[in-house]
């Protein structure tokens, strides 16, 4: 028996949320920027540039978010017998692939049917 999935997925979790942070400072950062233009994006390449960098931002940041809730999801049944437990069809999911991806809530198969 190992340690567990808790430490890795806390240490996940504390990342995941010193990066939310440092997007979220960013992106204020970005908007306060922008609001000191009275230029119209269009034709200003500045504003071109920052638009396009604030997108890049928030696509992280909702990459980050969506992986932090996958995260904490996974911590709550980490404690819990369903954890590492298939939630399609039941099977257990092979340590190497709960190894490389703790989040993950189903087998190999179930996966692939899912898209996921
Ligand atoms: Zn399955």
Redo the contacts with the bound molecule.
């Keep these: 028996m190992t340690s567990g999935p808790v430490p890795r997925l806390e240490r996940e979790r504390a990342e995941l949320t010193a990066r939310i942070t440092r997007l979220d400072e960013t992106l204020a950062g970005l908007r306060s920027d922008r609001g000191s233009e009275t230029a119209d994006d269009e034709h200003d390449p500045e504003g071109a540039t920052l638009s396009s960098e604030w997108s890049r931002l928030a696509g992280l940041r909702a990459d980050a978010a969506r992986a932090l809730r996958e995260t904490d999801a996974a911590l709550a049944r980490a404690t819990t017998a369903d954890y590492g437990v298939?939630v399609?069809?039941g099977?257990d999911i092979p340590p190497a692939r709960l190894d490389a991806r703790p989040t993950a809530t189903?087998?190999v198969?179930?996966a692939e049917k899912a898209g996921a």
Excluded: M
Aim: with cysteine; glycine share 0%; net charge neutral.
């Design positions: 298939c399609d069809c099977a189903r087998c198969a179930c």
